[in-house]
């Protein structure tokens, strides 16, 4: 079965910068693409970026240009890192495994 686990979401002042992580237990990480998603308050969830298993990357028009997607397929991990972040990127992000969400990790942006 396969699980996700992210970290590094915190509070941080607008123009700051965050890196998030989602470590992939269980599968052939390095065979899928992988993706992160936001939920802000009162809004659907929403795909951010994503990441091929060859390494093709694809951004919300929102973040282009601020955010990066990456991966380590030695680590089974994803990353977001996330510069010159606004008020309105505050939400829960997910990241996203084919058939499987983790849990979410809070990024709070505010003055």
């Known amino acids: 079965q396969v699980q996700l686990v992210e970290s590094g979401g915190g509070l941080v002042q607008p123009g700051g910068s965050l890196r998030l992580s989602c470590a992939v237990s269980?599968?052939?990480?390095?065979?899928?693409?992988m993706g992160w998603y936001r939920q802000g308050p009162g809004k659907q969830r929403e795909l951010v970026a994503s990441i091929t298993s060859g390494g093709t990357t694809t951004y919300a028009d929102s973040v282009k240009g601020r955010f990066t997607i990456s991966r380590d397929n030695g680590k089974n991990t994803v990353y977001l890192q996330m510069n010159s972040l606004k008020l309105e990127d505050t939400a829960v992000y997910y990241c996203r495994f084919p058939g499987t969400w983790g849990q979410g990790t809070q990024v709070t942006v505010s003055s």
């Open positions: 269980g599968s052939i990480f390095s065979m899928f693409a």
